[in-house]
């Protein structure tokens, strides 16, 4: 009968370390695939940012390229008769 007690609490003692050892487990591999997905959602932020600067690099080089396409002497020019004109016009208006 000793003997049946000791073996009864060697089974109960071993599956309740198996049961600890597989929530370990379990509680381990769920840290794991967090661990994990913050990981590939970090990479993705980091890929769409990246991408991003390089689409808002691109349109200013293309911005500033087309503006030094179209701006000549000639454009200048009436571009400064056109703003001193508004500033005459707005200055004639607050006298």
Do not use: C, P
């Not at 089974?11 to 381990?28: G, S």
């Amino acid at each position: 009968m000793k003997a049946d007690e000791i073996r009864i609490i060697g089974l109960t003692k071993m599956d309740r370390e198996r049961r600890d050892l597989v929530d370990a487990t379990d509680n381990d591999l769920r840290e794991l695939e967090e661990s994990k997905n913050y990981a590939i959602r970090f990479e993705k932020q980091r890929a769409i940012e990246q991408v991003r600067q390089q689409v808002s690099r691109l349109a200013s080089e293309r911005a500033f390229e087309s503006l030094n396409g179209r701006l000549t002497n000639e454009f200048q020019l009436r571009m400064i008769d056109y703003h001193i004109g508004l500033l005459r016009s707005v200055a004639n208006k607050s006298t």
